[in-house]
């Protein structure tokens, strides 16, 4: 974790929020990317689970079991306790590790999920490789990745910074970057109000003034296109089943994660 954002503080605040209206947008999300497909009965691995928002949508659209893992112990802790909250019947359990440390004995999984995590570990191809060797053959990675566009490297150099400046500096990051933002929307005839009461439903039951925490924050950085990864996990024995990319911008203000859904060939 020394030199990793520690993406779980965030998060652990994040969990205060979670409500059932949140918890609903996160299942939505889901079902989206596995377009309406059911998940009854079917093994969950949530990688990189933070506030445990996802592994509690997996569950409540039928998982089970639902393993997730956190490198952050304050994500361990936020998981646990969205789990322990919600989901007390169900089948979880939750540990603390990176992708690059689960062990063979957790065995495989129908689904294997990674929203927004695995382009921080610092080495994506490893993270990448390391996660789809948990897939049972017909079992589907759902990965969120960033795209790339032409100032990832700006931003690279930024979330270093950022990672390891004091708090104040943080938080006058966080003023100019809001304030940016803010006039992007004016100046396009969009209202902040509306942006803001709309976020959680178009963002998986997410925080805009958290996410612009994690944004600013997410070191170590690493971004993809859609066709090296479409080449990438075809060699890995994966064929895609779909994807939800956008057209790259110069990324001025930052980049989105694309979504992908890929299929383990039997």
């Known amino acids: 974790m020394g030199s990793h954002f520690?993406?779980?503080?965030?998060?652990?605040?994040?969990?205060?929020?979670?409500?059932?209206?949140?918890?609903?947008?996160a299942e939505v999300s889901l079902s989206r990317l596995l377009e309406g497909e059911?998940?009854?009965?079917?093994?969950f691995l949530d990688i990189g689970s933070g506030s445990g928002i996802h592994s509690l949508a997996a569950i409540n659209l039928g998982c089970e079991p639902v393993f997730a893992v956190d490198i952050d112990d304050a994500s361990v802790k936020a998981t646990r306790r969205t789990l322990s909250s919600f989901a007390s019947h169900a089948r979880w359990e939750c540990r603390q590790g990176s992708v690059f440390d689960l062990e063979s004995e957790?065995?495989?999984?129908?689904?294997?999920?990674?929203w927004g995590v695995l382009h921080h570990t610092g080495s994506l191809v490893e993270a990448l490789s390391a996660a789809v060797r948990f897939l049972k053959p017909g079992g589907l990675?759902?990965?969120?990745l960033y795209r790339k566009t032409p100032l990832c490297g700006f931003w690279a150099?930024?979330?270093r910074w950022y990672s390891g400046t004091s708090s104040y500096l943080q938080a006058v990051a966080r003023g100019i970057y809001i304030s940016l933002f803010w006039l992007g929307l004016l100046v396009t005839g969009r209202s902040i109000r509306r942006y803001i009461q709309e976020y959680p439903v178009?963002?998986?039951g997410m925080d805009f003034y958290r996410d612009v925490h994690d944004w600013l924050g997410g070191y170590p950085?690493?971004?993809?296109?859609h066709e090296?990864?479409?080449?990438?996990?075809e060699s890995q024995g994966l064929s895609e089943e779909r994807s939800f990319v956008r057209k790259p911008g110069l990324g001025l203000l930052g980049t989105g994660n694309d979504e992908y859904v890929f299929k383990k060939l039997t």
């Open 141 to 144: 990675a759902v990965f969120a």
């Open 202 to 204: 178009r963002n998986r």
């Open 157 to 159: 150099l930024e979330k």
């Open 38 to 43: 059911s998940l009854a009965g079917r093994s």
């Open 228 to 233: 090296w990864l479409k080449t990438f996990l």
């Open 6 to 25: 520690r993406f779980g503080e965030n998060w652990d605040r994040f969990t205060e929020l979670i409500d059932e209206d949140r918890i609903a947008q």
């Open 106 to 114: 957790i065995g495989t999984f129908d689904v294997v999920y990674s």
């Open 221 to 225: 950085y690493e971004s993809v296109s």
